[in-house]
């Protein structure tokens, strides 16, 4: 019995050092995500200006919902063999570089997955079944996130992203300078 009591210590000891840190990790997934979401989809929704792109987003927002399902389930089943690459490469020994590989395809997956959201939302609401797990699915994510927004790792990771989100608003050296040199190449010519 004193072996089972000493195992159950060690399980809560590990839990309450792993709570925090676990806790942060998903407070910055989820920050990413909410704030992203809607920034990728506009980005990409900018390169649709390019006529070729444009036209691709019509016939996108054209299609009946079960080509909208199959459509919006694009992204997870293109970046799946990007990410098993990149778990591969870190089962090398190339930890950084499968690490860069599954953050750009966690970051290339939600642009794409917002913006196709955005153009199959009408078709996909259409699914009653789709439909039940998204109302599920947005009830699920706002008690998260009220759950999150009562914790320090919550906190913590809002208050880093307003911190880097109001240093990447001020105007670097760099870019003074790109800006003052393209203004007086853009005098000369």
């Given at each position: ?160 992203a307003g911190f880097f989100r109001r240093v990447a608003s001020r105007p670097s050296f760099w870019s003074r300078l ?12």
């Amino acid at each position: 019995m004193r072996a089972r009591e000493a195992a159950a210590l060690g399980w809560r000891r590990l839990k309450r050092i792993l709570t925090w840190p676990l806790a942060l990790l998903a407070a910055l997934v989820i920050l990413f995500e909410e704030y992203a979401w809607d920034e990728l989809s506009a980005a990409l929704g900018r390169l649709a200006a390019w006529p070729p792109l444009a036209a691709l987003e019509r016939r996108i927002a054209a299609l009946p919902p079960w080509a909208a399902l199959a459509m919006f389930a694009l992204p997870a089943a293109l970046l799946l063999p990007v990410k098993l690459a990149a778990l591969f490469l870190i089962g090398r020994g190339h930890a950084l570089l499968g690490l860069l590989i599954i953050l750009l395809a966690k970051l290339g997956g939600t642009a794409l997955a917002a913006r196709l959201f955005a153009l199959t939302r009408p078709a996909l609401m259409r699914v009653s079944w789709f439909v039940r797990l998204y109302n599920g699915f947005v009830c699920w994510r706002e008690r998260v996130f009220e759950r999150l927004r009562a914790s320090a790792p919550w906190r913590l990771a809002h208050a880093l992203a307003g911190f880097f989100r109001r240093v990447a608003s001020r105007p670097s050296f760099w870019s003074r300078l790109g800006r003052r040199l393209a203004g007086r190449w853009r005098r000369r010519s």
